[in-house]
């Protein structure tokens, strides 16, 4: 769902994905980030087998900053965001937060992903196509 400038997604904090504490274990946060990366572009028409299959390019991380403000913990409804802070020619950086979305408070999660686009066949960059770049500013 896009609400504003960012994209928002919704996910349930399962047993398998917290730690011997009963919180979210640190590296969950990375896989909840990349799947509203992945749900971002798909509410764009970009689906990610298709990218690869008919333009030839697949996305890939770069460098990852993720800053830790509070737990999730089993059961939790989180909210997680996406936003273009970026674009350049071959990459993009974007934002991401991680909230419970039933306080509606700080986010738990902050993350700054850098993302850049690659050949499928021989995964050196290349420019974003035109569609995505195009789409992209729209968004942003």
């Known amino acids: 769902m896009r609400t504003e400038d960012h994209f928002r997604w919704a996910v349930t904090v399962y047993y398998e994905d917290t730690d011997a ?80 979305i039933d306080t509606g408070g700080a986010p738990l999660c902050t993350g700054r992903i850098q993302v850049v686009c690659v050949d499928a066949e021989s995964w050196r960059p290349r420019s974003i196509p035109e569609n995505i770049a195009r789409a992209l500013t729209d968004e942003y």
């Open 21 to 100: 504490g009963g919180v979210v274990y640190y590296a969950n946060y990375l896989k909840y980030m990349e799947r509203a990366r992945t749900e971002w572009l798909r509410q764009m028409g970009f689906e990610q087998d298709r990218l690869k299959a008919r333009d030839g390019v697949l996305f890939a991380v770069r460098s990852a900053s993720v800053e830790y403000h509070g737990p999730a913990r089993l059961d939790d409804r989180l909210e997680v965001s996406a936003r273009l802070l970026e674009k350049g020619r071959s990459s993009m950086v974007i934002g991401q937060d991680v909230s419970r």
